[in-house]
């Protein structure tokens, strides 16, 4: 059995167990602690997650955006033969594919570093369950 300890400050408790964290090392940062007692602390950062947390929401919203822009830049057949009118449709397509193309670069670049701080949380959660997996478990 391994119980979950959100720690905050130094009073923080072991969930389910009701016996406070056995050093001060791990007083104020998340631990987990196994059934036999070992305590083990999670190293991974919160800076990390809230800068994982906001280049992901940056990510969301230029997803929707572009979306949005996409919605109205499609190819269209006009029967009218009204050159002002085609005219006025090219400029408003082309203006549309400008904002696309300024676009570009932003969503590629906020994609790829959300990708990369996704793998590095990953990564790092991985590296400490491993490292911290109890003698004669595996």
Request: proline share 3%; with cysteine; net charge positive.
């Amino acid at each position: 059995m391994v119980v979950f300890n959100a720690c905050v400050g130094k009073s923080a408790r072991n969930i389910g167990s009701g016996f406070p964290s056995k050093s001060k090392e791990t007083a104020g940062r998340p631990t987990v602690t196994s059934a036999k007692g070992a305590v083990a602390v999670m190293m991974i950062s919160s800076v990390l997650l809230y800068l994982w947390g906001s280049l992901f929401l940056c990510y969301l919203a230029l997803l929707v955006y572009r979306g949005h822009l996409n919605r109205y830049e499609d190819e269209q057949l006009f029967l009218n033969d009204d050159v002002e009118i085609v005219q006025k449709n090219r400029h408003h397509r082309a203006q549309i594919r400008h904002k696309l193309m300024r676009l570009r670069p932003i969503f590629h670049s906020c994609g790829a570093a959300t990708g990369l701080i996704t793998t590095m949380v990953v990564g790092m959660y991985v590296y400490d369950a491993w490292h911290n997996i109890p003698k004669g478990v595996l």
